[in-house]
């Protein structure tokens, strides 16, 4: 089955920094979601975004399918948005990436 | 070999039986976790127990009815359900720890098809 890798495993940033997280797939992605589990263990979807670029507020994703990743950019980070990110694929199976761990610093 | 199992993995039932999905992790955990994930729709969270106290229940239908007997076992009980219920139901589990909690982790999911 496809695999899903995620990088960094873990970042650290100060407040304001702007931030990129990376998804890399072993096959092509149909139905790829961005997923933010907050320091309470709610999951958060992000982003469904398959191909192409999607932006909400300080948040935008990037998938390119043809070259197998996607992107998630955080700009001007708050520390609301520590936790860690999750990308994700599949409708009949979900194959989770192993997510990275975004610790904001005030 | 997944530390969350979900049974069983296939599921198809009509709209008057009742029928229960099972979720067991082996990881130690003490909160657990339902997800509806609907075709082209984005994951929903449904329940969250967290110390085997329910601490989420985000507008589920009655019609679902979840069981945490236990910090590792976990039952999503179904009955009456509606063709549109028709989804994959994954089950979750993470540690309470100081700040928040670990990551999750997730079951392979239950097929459910609803006739």
């Known amino acids: 089955g496809i695999q899903v890798e995620q990088s960094p495993p873990d970042l650290i940033l100060q407040e304001g920094a702007n931030s990129t997280l990376r998804c890399n797939f072993s096959?092509?992605?149909?139905?790829l979601q961005w997923f933010h589990q907050n320091p309470w263990g709610q999951l958060i979807n992000l982003f469904y975004i398959p191909s192409g670029t999607k932006q909400n507020g300080r948040l935008s994703a990037t998938t390119v399918a043809t070259e197998r990743y996607s992107l998630l950019y955080i700009s001007s980070s708050q520390t609301t948005d520590s936790g860690v990110y999750f990308c994700?694929?599949?409708?009949?199976?979900?194959?989770f990436g192993q997510g990275t761990r975004l610790t904001i610093n005030p | 070999e997944t530390g969350v199992t979900q049974t069983p993995r296939h599921l198809v039932m009509g709209m008057t039986n009742k029928k229960s999905l099972k979720c067991e992790q082996h990881l130690g955990h003490n909160a657990m976790y339902w997800y509806k994930q609907s075709a082209k729709k984005p994951l929903e969270l449904m329940f969250v127990y967290s110390l085997e106290e329910r601490v989420e229940n985000n507008s589920v239908p009655s019609r679902f009815s979840p069981e945490c007997p236990n910090s590792s076992h976990l039952f999503l009980h179904l009955h009456t359900l509606q063709p549109e219920d028709s989804a994959l139901y994954l089950c979750?589990?993470?540690?309470?720890?100081?700040?928040?909690?670990?990551?999750?982790?997730f079951g392979n999911g239950t097929r459910l098809t609803v006739t």
């Open positions: 994700v694929e599949g409708a009949q199976k979900l194959v």
């Open positions: 979750a589990s993470s540690q309470v720890i100081s700040g928040g909690y670990s990551p999750l982790h």
């Open positions: 096959d092509s992605v149909n139905n």
